[in-house]
Antibody, heavy 123, light 107 residues
Framework: EVQVVESGGGLVQPGGSLRLSCATS????????MSWVRQAPGKGLEWVST????????YYADSVKGRFTISRDNSRNTLYLQMSSLRADDTAVYYC????????????????WGQGTLVTVSS | DIQMTQSPSTLSASVGDRVTITCRAS??????LAWYQQKPGKAPNLLIY???SLQSGVPSRFSGTGSGTEFTLTISSLQPDDFATYYC?????????FGQGTRLEIK
């Protein structure tokens, strides 16, 4: 059974930093692209960042580029999101999602999601 | 970036109704489109991928059509469990984007 479990959320002051983790099991983590998607309170889904299976390529939404860093540890089956220079509009539930794809493109749809971790940026 | 526009934003319907949600892309995405259902306080759940392929375990009353820039999600006969918010998402490139969502509510 595939499991995706986020952790690391909490209350942080504007300008602060936070690192989210996503522990996975039930699939060959090192073979799959992984992503972070967030949802501000009462709002829709917003893609944040993606990392390919080897970690060699990373992608970011313009809203977080230069402030967030996605990484992975394939030996620990864990995905990370290092967030810095946090702003009030980064307040959201952050979901970790596995990307299913066919072939070698690495791009695909989100077939498994965690339950999310809440990040609140406030003074 | 590719923009995704869903309509309507809110849809009121009754159990047993047939409903359709539309998603338009700002440029062609071929068939690289997924649909998700989300209930309050829960993570999104994949319904449809590649525009029309039903994810395993999803009831057959859900169906998807379209290609290029225009796509639809249809629920053939609404069940009480279907009242939720629905999102489309394009995966034509690594700059993924979602539609703004369609809230399906009970009439």
């Amino acid at each position: 059974e595939v499991q995706v479990v986020e952790s690391g959320g909490g209350l942080v002051q504007p300008g602060g930093s936070l690192r989210l983790s996503c522990a996975t099991s039930g699939f060959t983590f090192s073979s799959y692209t992984m992503s972070w998607v967030r949802q501000a309170p009462g709002k829709g889904l917003e893609w944040v960042s993606t990392i390919r299976s080897s970690g060699s390529s990373t992608y970011y939404a313009d809203s977080v580029k230069g402030r967030f860093t996605i990484s992975r540890d394939n030996s620990r089956n864990t995905l990370y999101l290092q967030m810095s220079s946090l702003r009030a509009d980064d307040t959201a539930v952050y979901y970790c999602a596995k990307v299913y794809y066919v072939g070698t493109s690495g791009v695909g749809y989100f077939d498994y999601w965690g339950q999310g971790t809440l990040v609140t940026v406030s003074s | 970036d590719i923009q995704m526009t869903q309509s309507p934003s809110t849809l009121s319907a009754s159990v047993g109704d047939r409903v359709t949600i539309t998603c338009r892309a700002s440029q062609s995405i071929s068939g690289w489109l997924a649909w998700y259902q989300q209930k309050p306080g829960k993570a999104p759940n994949l319904l449809i991928y590649k525009a029309s392929s039903l994810q395993s375990g999803v009831p057959s009353r859900f169906s998807g059509t379209g290609s290029g820039t225009e796509f639809t999600l249809t629920i053939s006969s609404l069940q009480p469990d279907d009242f939720a918010t629905y999102y489309c998402q394009q995966y034509n490139s690594f700059q993924f984007t979602f539609g703004q969502g369609t809230r399906l509510e009970i009439k």
